[in-house]
């Protein structure tokens, strides 16, 4: 029986990894995502899963007795932040090199320095080259929701490629929220049974795997890599679908919220959305048309999808939690606005950068951005394409 | 699509038909790589008449190529005997059972 | 006593074909220690000359399980296929009397250095692995940089002789004494020339429960600079020398495995090696006398510790 709950973000992993009771589990604790792990422990001692549970010794080993564990032929998870993610960087490649569908959640948290531990994507944004699929989530919800389907994407054949699923530090990872925790055997039942390919247990066929390429096959591999991630938009859209069917809250790759008769947007990912659409209502009530998109796949990215909503606007304001140093702003515009460029009718576009080391984001900085963008609209002119939010200037 | 198997379709193989993961599912393949072509200048000769089959050039012998049948000693397999001479020096007979020679190496 | 007739008539899991150098002693431990167990064994190789020389596709040297992921983790990757055998097990997708072995493989590169982190959790979590380090003394693979398992005394490329530093500073991290510093089951020093020493560690390895560590010296003729058809004469010298005592720590008590007929001087491991010739002018031989002096101390405290 599916059951109303409050709960955080990271109790949600928890009970997700409870109804799911991968083969293998291995974490390293670090804040924000600490308490995945240790629920996750307590489970175990209580005997509620029968996982194996390793604790290594570091992130960098936590994600290669992942790498281990499913290269052996089962179902693996993990879960990490920040530093730990960027400590398994190196990880994180040979993971999807080796097509291998480990499922990590990641609360997403500020890289150091400073050293902070609160909200920012400059973590997965860091990894986000890597070859996993990432998927960014707003609450408790959509985080539980997006771990049980990431299973059915990272290992379905097409695809077998590990995804990230992501939510903000703290604003998610440790508020409680009012949710819906679905039945559990309905959940097992979504996410099915394990089919391994190639696994290393299976000694009577032996396999050599990740070995040495020079140039004659290097070039052919990584290709051969890519078809997973490129195969996976038409997966991740089945199963959002049916997720749909079966628990009643379908998923696409992004949410377009009041965009109906919209001019500008906002195009964001993550928790900010749920502020971001209460000054949406505001400003609707008040006859204005603007309209919210937010990206829940940035890993493939929807380029084309996301070029057609956003190419009828006039203004388009991307706002990223994440900066990427030196480059013509950051992640989330960039890959934006090149999506733009092969239309014809495409609408101004500005980049803000938010939140960073989670500061905050209120209603007053959104009725900003959009006060931005009418301006923009009705001018057909951009002063100043980037800029900071609540920043002491 | 079907996959790359065997050493000759892996050779060969475009981008979509390499097994995924970077898979190789032909095990001990180099077996047809032949690295006796790496001797330059000498060769073991294996001398049977005062072998005493005690196999220290087998266990010895960095490239497996002491040929060993039932416990004796029945030669070399120059196919893959890079000529490091190992097993001349381990070899405990007196005179030696296996003889480091000169080899003419004619380039192909 | 297992005779080399018996190991003859088994089949190779590493095959000819391979692309390590000429005379190289990796191929010769890995034959041993390949043959000490009868299950099917699981291999994770750390990044280094083996993993390089047997994996290059779409060659192949493996008859067995082998998998790589990178340099540093070997120990890390192997727990996990460990961790994921005893789960499908446990939920009874293998069957319980299925046995396989995990190993994983190293150079010292690989092991003392960049991978000790992963090696030292691993053994601490107690999954049921072999570890085996094959210990040339040097980053052999990347053209002889200096470790922490190279010498005192050697020249490497990171360490040079030159005219006023004569090579490696420092002595060797005994990580052999480390690794039975964590408690493990099986603890052991080996070198090839005693392939049945080599062999009995290694069986003695497999059957434990838990985490088993085998260091075993790997002579490297293109590092070390010696004739490559001498490298079994020169890991002899090293055991006769007590360079390399051969020792094993079985549940915390040591045994020292082979006792010189007559402890030669350290001198006649030095001298046929290409990498310690700066040793030998007349300003630097005062490092000989050093190394002989740690040498010596090292062998008194191991007897020491056997004595316990
Ligand atoms: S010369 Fe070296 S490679 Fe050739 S058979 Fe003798 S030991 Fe083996
Ligand atoms: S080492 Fe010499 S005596 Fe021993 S088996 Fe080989 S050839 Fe014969």
Redesign the interface.
Known sequence: MSKIVTLNGNMAIAEAIRQINPDVVAAYPITPSTSIVETVAQYVADGLIDSEFVCPESEHSAMSVCIGAAAAGGRVTTATASQGLALMWEMLYIAAGLRLPIVAAIVNRALSAPINIHGDHSDTMGARDSGWIQIYSENAQEAYDNFIQAFRIAEHPDVRTPVMVTFDGFIISHSLETMKIEDDEAVKKFVGEYSPVYPLLDTDNPITVGPIDFTDFYFEHKVNQLEGIENAPKVIEEVGKEFGKRFGREYGFFEEYRMDDAEVAILLMSSAAGTAKETVDELRAQGKKVGLIKLRVFRPFPARKLAETLSRLKAVAVLDRATSPGAEGAPLFVETRSALFDYPERPKIINYVYGLGGRDITPEHFHQVYRKLEKIASTGKVDQYYGYLNLRE | MKKAKTLEELKNATWKELPIGTVNPDPANSLKNFTGTWRSGKKPIFKKDTCIHCLFCWVYCPDMAIIVKDGKVLGINYDYCKGCGICEVECPTKPKSIEMVKEEVTLS | MVR??E???ME?R???????C???????IM??VLRATTD???I?NATGCL??C?????????????????F??A??????????????V??G??PKDKK?KFLAIGGDGGTYDIGF??L???A??GHDFVYICYDNNVYANTGGQRSAATPLGASATTSPAGSKIPGKMQKRKDLTQIMAAHGIPYVAQAS??R?MDLYNKAKKAFEVDGPAFLNVLTPC?LEWKY???????IANLAADTCVWPLYEVENGKYKINYFPKEKLPVIKWLEPQGRFRHLFKEENKWLIDEIQKSVDEDWERLQRLAKL
């Open positions: 080399l007739r190991l003859a008539s190779d590493l095959v000819s074909g391979h692309g390590l000429l005379g190289c002693g990796i191929p010769v034959k041993v099917p064994i699981v994770a993993e390089v047997t994996s290059r596709f779409p060659w192949t040297s493996w008859r067995t399980t082998w998998m790589h992921s990178a540093e983790n120990a890390s990757t192997i727990a996990g296929v460990e961790a994921m055998y005893k789960a499908l446990r939920k997708k293998i396989i982190q992963a030292s959790g691993a601490e979590r090839p020339h392939w003729p004739d490559e058809s001498q490298g079994m004469r």
